[in-house]
Nanobody, 124 residues
């Protein structure tokens, strides 16, 4: 599957952004999807994930209650709605896909395919 992330930008603290990740190739609904982020000088970290049907989601503690992951299996797109943004949310955000397995995954090594990343910058 090929992934194309978009929607990043420069915003102020407290603002909202919605990231999108469009998928092409194999059947999108076959993939467990996730969002990760990587700040300068830091390792890539888990942000959120969603099951194939969209019925189950998981979040990193740092974003729980502020971010919402969702997917549209007709539009072949996964979204990350980010509210109440903080300067520490500044990072390049990546979407990722995993084809096999029925569990819930949050590790970088758990995912097979990655998008190119979209920059999110939150000013104070």
């Amino acid at each position: 599957v090929q992934l194309q992330a978009s929607g990043g930008g420069l915003v102020q603290a407290g603002d909202s952004l919605r990231l999108s990740c469009a998928a092409s190739g194999r059947t999108f609904s076959s993939y467990f999807m996730g969002w990760f982020r990587q700040a300068p000088g830091k390792e890539r970290e888990f942000v959120a994930a969603i099951s194939r049907s969209g019925g189950s989601t998981s979040y990193a503690g740092s974003v729980k209650g502020r971010f919402t992951i969702s997917r549209d299996n007709v539009k072949n797109t996964v979204y990350l709605q980010m509210n109440s943004l903080k300067p520490e949310d500044t990072a390049v955000y990546y979407c990722a896909a995993r084809l096999y397995g029925l569990g819930s995954y949050s590790g970088v090594a758990d995912f097979d395919s990655w998008g190119q990343g979209t920059q999110v910058t939150v000013s104070s």
